[in-house]
T-cell receptor, first 109, second 110 residues
Framework: DVKVTQSSRYLVKRTGEKVFLECVQDMDHENMFWYRQDPGLGLRLIYFSYDVKMKEKGDIPEGYSVSREKKERFSLILESASTNQTSMYLC????????FGDGTRLSIL | LAKTTQPISMDSYEGQEVNITCSHNNIATNDYITWYQQFPSQGPRFIIQGYKTKVTNEVASLFIPADRKSSTLSLPRVSLSDTAVYYCLVGDSGNTPLVFGKGTRLSVIA
């Protein structure tokens, strides 16, 4: 069974901090994705990656960056956290249907 | 990416069969149809995927008519634990980013 693991289920940070969200998958998938989910807005794509060291912007990349140094790990970085980045963050990997982690609920105070 | 339309919410009693229909009028030739289930505070979970006709697994069935402009997810004999949001998506097998709509909130009542 595919396992996508996100490093934290809950995280609280302060505005201006640099925040790292980590995601690891164990199925050797080429493709990895970061989404955020907000009430009434559904899931929105932030960044995705088709291979190591490759990245593509999604629909809402502003204020975020990503890193894919190894195939199994895809990191989302909030360069300078702001309160409007309080959200549920979901990572997924795929070769075929996407498989999601359980999410990180991030609060920026 | 093809846009989908599905009901906002549905209610059902335990033990009934539930059918959720999704419209995707501008589906492309190489697009697959994929359904996900999401519980509160969890990531979406893959349920089923199909291209045409009918697909069945241990959880659900997916019916796709010949024109592929719609699809129906069928959940047999639902239980309270099937209460969740169900998303219908179209795309080329999931390797490209998916566009999630609002989904259908299914409430199963005892």
């Amino acid at each position: 069974d595919v396992k996508v693991t996100q490093s934290s289920r809950y995280l609280v940070k302060r505005t201006g901090e640099k925040v790292f969200l980590e995601c690891v998958q164990d199925m050797d998938h080429e493709n990895m994705f970061w989404y955020r989910q907000d009430p009434g807005l559904g899931l929105r794509l932030i960044y995705f990656s088709y291979d190591v060291k490759m990245k593509e912007k999604g629909d809402i990349p502003e204020g975020y960056s990503v890193s894919r140094e190894k195939k199994e790990r895809f990191s989302l970085i909030l360069e300078s956290a702001s309160t409007n980045q309080t959200s549920m963050y979901l990572c997924a990997s795929s070769w075929g249907p996407q498989h999601f982690g359980d999410g990180t609920r991030l609060s920026i105070l | 990416l093809a846009k989908t339309t599905q009901p906002i919410s549905m209610d059902s009693y335990e033990g009934q069969e539930v059918n959720i229909t999704c419209s995707h009028n501008n589906i492309a030739t190489n697009d697959y149809i994929t359904w996900y289930q999401q519980f509160p505070s969890q990531g979406p979970r893959f349920i089923i995927q199909g291209y045409k006709t009918k697909v069945t697994n241990e959880v659900a069935s997916l019916f796709i008519p010949a024109d592929r402009k719609s699809s129906t997810l069928s959940l047999p004999r639902v239980s309270l634990s099937d209460t969740a949001v169900y998303y219908c998506l179209v795309g080329d097998s999931g390797n490209t980013p998916l566009v999630f709509g609002k989904g259908t909130r299914l409430s199963v009542i005892a």
